[in-house]
C-alpha cells in the first residue's frame, strides 16, 4: 500500500479538526444527507486506512464516492488565506481502493468502454469525421494546431466543438489538425484507475510527438489541466509544445477578435467548471470576457462539477441521490438574482441539468462569440442543444 505525502496527511488532519465549516457548500451531503458525505469524515477515514487502522473494503469505497470533485467547499473553508482542498487525499484513497478491488460496477462499465472505444461515452467515430470537414482546405498555411476533440463535447454536444473549432480558425493563421485521441482520462484519475490513466496519458503524449504540431488546443478546460499539470507532476510526462484550453486559446489571440466584433451590452452570466476556477485553472474565460469588454455580472457561483454527468446505458458514478440537481437550483437562484439576459457555458455538462431550469438563452462560449463576430451567420449552432 503506497502510503500518503506528508502534504496529503498535513490536509487530512486540518480537515478532521475544523468541525465541517464548509457542510453547507456541499452538494453531495445536501442531496444525500449522509453523515458519509462529511468533509472531515472523508479526512479522517482516509488517514486511518492510511495509518492501517482501517482495513480498505466496500464500506470505505462507497464513503469515498461521496465527492464530485466540484471544489464547493474551497468557497467556505476555514482556511480562507489557503483553502484545504481535500480532493487529492479522496483520489488518493480511491487509488487504493482499485488496486484493492473495490470499486464499483458503474467504474467497470467506464473501463469497459474507454478499454473498446477510447473514451467512457462509446463510439464517436462519425462525429470526429463530421469535425473533420471543418478543417479540411487549410493545407496550404504553414504549420499546424492539433486540437483535442473531448469526447465529453462530442458526446453531449457536436455542435460546441464545431463552434470551437470555427473559433480557433478565426484567430490563426496556422494549419489546424484534429487528434484521433479524444479522451484525457479525467475519470480514470478522478476514481483511482492510475494505471489505466497512465496508458492514456502516454498514448497521447506520443501522439502529440509525432504529430508535432505548433501548441496543443483542447477543447475542454479539465483536458488542458491533465496534459499541461497533471501529466507533468503526477506520471513525469511532459508535453514539449504549449497546451491551450479552447478559450485560452483564444485569449492568446484575442488581438485578433477585438476588429471583427458588433459587440453587444447585454449583461451575460459566465457558467465555468472547477477547473478553470480553483487549482491550476487560468480562469480563462473571466479574462477572455474582460479583454473584450463584455458585460459579464458579477457571480457569486460560477462553477460547475466536470463530467460529473450520466453515461450511455445509465451509467452514474455517484452512489448517492444526484448533486447535481442542487447545483442547478444553487445556480438558477444565483443567476435570478442578477441583471444577466444570457448564460454562456464553457462545459457541455452543465447544460445537462441547468438549461431546463432556466427562461434565459443559453450558449456555449464559442458560440456566443461567433455571434459577436457575425450576427447574421445562422449556424443554429450558438443555441445549445443537448
Not at 502510503?3 to 444525500?32: F, G, K
Amino acid at each position: 500500500m503506497k502510503r500518503m505525502s506528508e502534504e496529503l496527511s498535513v490536509t487530512t488532519l486540518r480537515c478532521a479538526v475544523c468541525h465541517d465549516q464548509c457542510v453547507s457548500a456541499c452538494p453531495a451531503l445536501e442531496s444525500s444527507r449522509q453523515l458519509a458525505a462529511y468533509p472531515s469524515r472523508k479526512a479522517m477515514i482516509s488517514r486511518d486506512v492510511d495509518q492501517q487502522l482501517l482495513q480498505l473494503n466496500k464500506d470505505v469505497a462507497s464513503v469515498m464516492q461521496y465527492c464530485i470533485g466540484c471544489n464547493a467547499c474551497l468557497e467556505t473553508c476555514l482556511y480562507r488565506s489557503h483553502p484545504n482542498d481535500i480532493t487529492p487525499v479522496i483520489r488518493h484513497t480511491r487509488r487504493e481502493l482499485f488496486e484493492h478491488g473495490d470499486y464499483s460496477d458503474e467504474l467497470k462499465l467506464i473501463l469497459a468502454n474507454v478499454e473498446k472505444w477510447g473514451n467512457p461515452y462509446g463510439d464517436l467515430t462519425t462525429t470526429r469525421k463530421r469535425l473533420l470537414n471543418e478543417i479540411q482546405g487549410e493545407k496550404e498555411k504553414k504549420g499546424t494546431i492539433l486540437v483535442i476533440g473531448d469526447s465529453s463535447i462530442l458526446y453531449f454536444s457536436e455542435q460546441m466543438a464545431v463552434n470551437s473549432l470555427k473559433l480557433i480558425k478565426e484567430v490563426t493563421d496556422s494549419n489546424i489538425g484534429l487528434a484521433e485521441s479524444t479522451y484525457c482520462g479525467w475519470e480514470l484519475w478522478h476514481y483511482g484507475a492510475v494505471n489505466w490513466f497512465e496508458n492514456n496519458a502516454k498514448a497521447i503524449c506520443k501522439e502529440i510527438e509525432v504529430f508535432n504540431p505548433l501548441c496543443v488546443v483542447t477543447l475542454s478546460p479539465q483536458s488542458a489541466v491533465l496534459l499541461r499539470e497533471t501529466f507533468h507532476h503526477e506520471l513525469g510526462l511532459s508535453i514539449s509544445v504549449p497546451v491551450f484550453s479552447m478559450a485560452e486559446f483564444i485569449l492568446e489571440k484575442v488581438e485578433n477578435l477585438k476588429g471583427k466584433f458588433s459587440l453587444s451590452n447585454s449583461p451575460i452570466y459566465l457558467v465555468q467548471s472547477a477547473s478553470e476556477v480553483f487549482g491550476m485553472g487560468t480562469k480563462a474565460g473571466d479574462a477572455l470576457m474582460t479583454s473584450l469588454g463584455i458585460n459579464s455580472v458579477s457571480r457569486p457561483y460560477t462553477f460547475y462539477p466536470m463530467r460529473n454527468a450520466h453515461y450511455p446505458e445509465g451509467i452514474v458514478l455517484d452512489l448517492h441521490p444526484d448533486p447535481r440537481n442542487v447545483i442547478a437550483q444553487r445556480l438558477k437562484e444565483a443567476i435570478s438574482n442578477t441583471k444577466a439576459t444570457r448564460v454562456i457555458v464553457t462545459t457541455p455538462e452543465a447544460l445537462t441539468n441547468i438549461k431546463s431550469e432556466l427562461t434565459l438563452p443559453v450558449q456555449d462560449l464559442a458560440g456566443y462569440l461567433l455571434d459577436q463576430i457575425n450576427p447574421l451567420d445562422v449556424r443554429g449552432a450558438s443555441q445549445f442543444s443537448i
